[in-house]
């Protein structure tokens, strides 16, 4: 059984930094393309950024791009999102999700998702 487990959302002020973690099971974690994606409140679920299987290609959303890092290690199955300089619009459900074969922004080439970690960021 695959299950991607996400931790690390809370509530967080503006300019403040946190770091999100995804844990990977029932699946072979280093054969896997992982990304982040998150839904704002009201919104349709977005592309945030993505990881290619060796951790060398990466990519990422204009709105968060020299802002959030994307990383994993394929030793504990995790993927991370190191976010910098959060930002209210930046509340949302978190995501992680895995891809075997596909576009990295694009959220039905994905096989496996989270069940998401809120991060609320006030002003």
């Known amino acids: 059984q695959v299950q991607l487990l996400e931790s690390g959302g809370r509530l967080v002020q503006a300019g403040d930094s946190l770091r999100l973690s995804c844990v990977v099971s029932?699946?072979?974690?280093?054969?896997?393309?992982m990304a982040w994606f998150r839904q704002p409140p009201g919104k349709d679920r977005e592309f945030v950024a993505g990881l290619d299987w060796g951790g060398e290609i990466t990519a990422y959303a204009d709105s968060v791009k020299n802002r959030f890092t994307i990383s994993r290690t394929n030793v504990q199955s995790t993927v991370y999102l190191e976010m910098n300089t959060l930002k209210p619009e930046d509340t949302a459900i978190y995501y992680c999700a895995a891809q075997r074969f596909g576009s990295a922004r694009i959220t039905t080439d994905y096989d496996f998702w989270g069940q998401g970690t809120q991060v609320t960021v006030s002003s």
């Open positions: 029932g699946l072979t974690f280093s054969a896997y393309g």
